[in-house]
């Protein structure tokens, strides 16, 4: 109810400044007319085609990013020569926007798919790189040696006490991604290779289309929100109170 109530009252803020003209109604639309774009770009399933071609990217990039980042998360934790080498170029890397890597994409795949990937791909490993390294590095030493003095052998060590340890940082790490790999995609959508939100959100752009542009906006950030709510949310309060560190 409190986020209803809270939607309501920017939509309301939202109307009050487009009666004031502040901009002209072509560089800010009306709340109504950004619904009306909403409706027509559903019904006539242009929005829903470009959704399910970004879907599709973003799926394959976040795995890919998921898998990269825990590898290199595991071989950073590994040693501390790793972490002040690989560790130092991946905080590096972190701050290079992902649109920076297009001019790369473009060259090393053409102008396809796969350039796009590749681009999601970068935005959301180098998060899941630092979460997973942090939380191997980060198990309480107490519990290492209580799993040691009960005879537990390295190997079991690793993956029955440490990996479960650091679940809490790799869920984190997933959440990040997530929204950083939703960044990347339109960055390299605006290849403007097939179908695709970031390609609308071009479009708009050029045709000074600004109810276009919004309604992707909106679009991107009610799946964020339906996504961390419906499902990177409930999977971190079920293992926080797994480890005894949910808020009472």
């Given at each position: 109810m409190k986020r209803v109530l809270f939607l309501g009252i920017l939509i309301a803020i939202w109307e009050v400044i487009y009666k004031l003209q502040?901009?002209?109604?072509i560089l800010f639309p009306s709340p109504l007319q950004v619904g009306e774009t909403l409706y027509l770009g559903i019904i006539d399933g242009s929005f829903i085609t470009s959704l399910g071609d970004s879907f599709k990217r973003l799926l394959i990039g976040y795995g890919f990013a998921l898998i990269i980042g825990t590898l290199l998360?595991?071989?950073i934790a590994s040693s501390k020569l790793m972490e002040d080498t690989l560790g130092s170029l991946v905080l590096a890397l972190q701050s290079v926007p992902s649109i920076v890597w297009l001019p790369l994409?473009?060259?090393?795949?053409?102008?396809g798919e796969a350039a796009i990937i590749f681009v999601?791909?970068?935005g959301g490993t180098w998060n899941m790189v630092i979460n997973a390294s942090t939380g191997i590095k980060n198990v309480r030493p107490l519990l290492l040696k209580a799993a040691k003095t009960m005879g537990i052998t390295e190997h079991n060590l690793f993956f029955k006490v440490t990996i479960p340890a650091a679940i809490p940082?790799?869920?984190?790490?997933?959440?990040?991604?997530?929204?950083?790999?939703?960044?990347a995609l339109m960055a390299?959508?605006?290849?403007?290779?097939?179908?695709?939100l970031g390609q609308i959100l071009m479009w708009g752009r050029e045709m000074g289309n600004m109810s276009m542009v919004i309604s992707i906006m909106i679009i991107i950030a009610t799946l964020g929100s339906l996504t961390d709510g419906i499902i990177f949310k409930p999977l971190e309060n079920k293992v926080l109170e797994r480890w005894g560190l949910a808020k009472i």
């Open positions: 502040i901009w002209p109604p998360g595991l071989i994409a473009i060259l090393w795949f053409g102008m999601v791909v970068l940082h790799l869920i984190t790490g997933m959440r990040l991604s997530w929204a950083f790999c939703w960044r390299g959508e605006l290849l403007g290779s097939g179908n695709g």
